[in-house]
Structure formats: structure tokens, C-alpha cells
């Protein structure tokens, strides 16, 4: 019997990686997608008459509930949020309606009409902020430093209460920085790798970044979407660190990008505080023991891979030779 799931932000860069796997693994995939005059199909272009995308919001109760009575799915993952953390400064009730609240209300409606469905939610590194101990596990303390990391915390405690009030099949997977050629041109990683790509092609001469300094444990989205789905397949629901183990700096980022092409990122790099967030988080780390050991699963992209395959995806892409990823 082929099995349903359903994935909430399956327009995003780790929805759209992971209706490729579902669909590989033989699944029927729902995606749920916001009504909106703008939707952006472009990540899931190439597998778009594979999924069936269909409207509902994590703003609205009534149409999740609808949603999963139509199309009883037996898996549900929730990678919908407003995700950005520098955006969450500017619009912080905006971020918790959606990245903490909207939790809620799908865990409710799962809870209403199918307890038997298993959920994974999309916790996050950034939970951890400031923080209390390196490397980071499932059982080192949060302390988040924007609204971001703040509604993330909400959701993460609130689909333990409903696994440990309701016994629901919930598990939350803690996935640190993880990117790909997917990833949004606000994000950092692919800010430095399609400046990068414009500079090398005489469009642009100058990079502006925030704090060079921070680290972050950054991996490949298309190795993280497999964890995502080993977490469903087990017997009982937990919380998993994912991530690589290793940690870099925004600087060394911005050094093996320029390199790759040939280029000396101290030429064109400026420091710009427009880029600095209020509260800065520093270091990033995680300690990926468990997900090895229970679930089998280890990041298969090294670190410079990643770099390099973003940086040539961007310069593909800016040159024509690309489509469906600006």
C-alpha cells in the first residue's frame, strides 16, 4: 500500500528536497501551499506534476483539519515557518504566529482527526542562541537570542506536550545551518555565493556582510531531508540533533566561495552594521551521536563540496544555463 504525506512549506528548499524523496521512496506526496497571488513554485518545478499541492495555512485551523480529512496522509512534516531570523526582529508577532502558534494548530488538527499520524517538526539550532555548552545536544538547555529562535523553542515544547499529554507519534528534528543552490538570496550562504558568482562575471565588485565571526555547523539540505524521514520510520517519536560536528566562520565561508573562483574575498568584502542582528549568535556546533547511533544516518557533503556546489550552481544560473533556482 503506497503510503501519503503530507509536507507543510513543500515550496521551500527542504520541502522541495523532500518531496524528491518521498516520491523515490514510492510515496503519494501532498504538499500544503498558502493562497496567495505570488506562490513560488520554482524549487518544485521539475517534480510539480508528481505532488499534489493543495491550499491551507498554518494561520488557520479549519483549513489543516480540512486538509488532512481529504487526504489522510500518514506522515506529516511541518517545515512551514517564517524562517528567516533577521526578519524576525522586524516582525516578531508575524514570526510566532506562524513559527509557534501555527504548531499548535496543526498539532490540534492532527489530534482531532487522526492521532494515529505521525508528525515531524522542524526544530532548529537556533533554539540554542547563546549558548551553555559546546558541542550541542538533545539535552543541552535552550537560550535563544532572536524571535526566531524564540517561537522555534515554542514549537519544539509544544509538540512534547502533545506526544507526552495525547500520545501522539511526534518527533522534532533540532537540524543545524543547512543549506544548498535552494537555499533563499537572503540567507547568508547563498548571499556570499550568488555575490560571488556576479562579481566573478564584472556584474557586481563588493559583498556586504554582518559578523564575520560567527560560526555555524553547515551542512547539505539534500543530506538532512533523509534524517528527516528515518525519524517517522521509528518505533517511537524523540528529538534528534542533526548536523555535521563541524564548525566554520562566515569568514571561511566567504574564503574557500571567493577562492573556488579563483577571486580574494578580502578585495571585495565590506563589513555593513545594517547586517549586524541585536542579539548575535556566535557559535553553532552540534553533536550528532544519536542520530548516528539510533537512526543510522551521517551528512554525506563536506563543507567545501557545499560551498563550491553553491557557488557553481549560482554562476550556472546567472549565465542562463540554469533555471528554477533564483
Known amino acids: 500500500m503506497t503510503k501519503r504525506a503530507l509536507i507543510t512549506g513543500i515550496t521551500g528548499q527542504d520541502g522541495s528536497y523532500l518531496a524528491e524523496l518521498l516520491l523515490e521512496k514510492g510515496y503519494d506526496v501532498i504538499g500544503m501551499v498558502r493562497r496567495s497571488s505570488t506562490v513560488n513554485f ?4 521539475h ?6 499541492c493543495v491550499p491551507g495555512d498554518l494561520l488557520d485551523e479549519v483549513s489543516m483539519i480540512d486538509l488532512l480529512r481529504t487526504y489522510r496522509p500518514e506522515e506529516v512534516y511541518n517545515l512551514a515557518a517564517q524562517s528567516f531570523v533577521q526578519t524576525s526582529f522586524g516582525q516578531p508577532v508575524l514570526t510566532g504566529e506562524t513559527t509557534a502558534l501555527g504548531v499548535t494548530r496543526l498539532l490540534d488538527a492532527i489530534r482531532l482527526v487522526d492521532p494515529e499520524i505521525r508528525v515531524y517538526q522542524a526544530s532548529s539550532s537556533e533554539m540554542f542562541g547563546k549558548v551553555r555548552e559546546v558541542p550541542q545536544t538533545e539535552t543541552t538547555p535552550f537560550h535563544p537570542r532572536s524571535p526566531y529562535g524564540v517561537a522555534k523553542v515554542y514549537g519544539h515544547w509544544i509538540l512534547v506536550n502533545y506526544r507526552e499529554s495525547y500520545g501522539l ?26 555575490t560571488v558568482a556576479k562579481i566573478k562575471l564584472g556584474r557586481v565588485n563588493e559583498l556586504r556582510l554582518g559578523n564575520l565571526d560567527a560560526k555555524r555547523d553547515w551542512g547539505f539540505a539534500g543530506d538532512y531531508v533523509d534524517a528527516m524521514w528515518r525519524m517517522l520510520q521509528q518505533d517511537s517519536p524523540d528529538d534528534y540533533v542533526v548536523c555535521t560536528g563541524e564548525t566554520h566562520s562566515v569568514r571561511e565561508f566567504c574564503e574557500v566561495a571567493f577562492g573556488h573562483l579563483g577571486l580574494n574575498w578580502e578585495d571585495h568584502v565590506v563589513i555593513d552594521e545594517a547586517f549586524m542582528w541585536p542579539a548575535e549568535v556566535d557559535l553553532l556546533v552540534g553533536d550528532g551521536a544519536k542520530a548516528r547511533d539510533k537512526l543510522g544516518w551521517e551528512p554525506k557533503t563536506s563543507f567545501e563540496d557545499l560551498v563550491t556546489m553553491m557557488v557553481d550552481a549560482d554562476l550556472d544560473l546567472l549565465e542562463g544555463r540554469l533555471a528554477g533556482l533564483a
Open 42 to 45: 520554482e524549487r518544485i518545478a
Open 47 to 52: 517534480i510539480q506534476d508528481q505532488v499534489r
Open 169 to 194: 507519534h511526534g518527533t522534532s528534528g533540532i537540524l543545524f545551518n543547512h543549506e544548498s543552490p535552494r537555499r533563499g538570496l537572503e540567507f547568508v550562504t547563498r548571499k556570499i555565493t550568488h
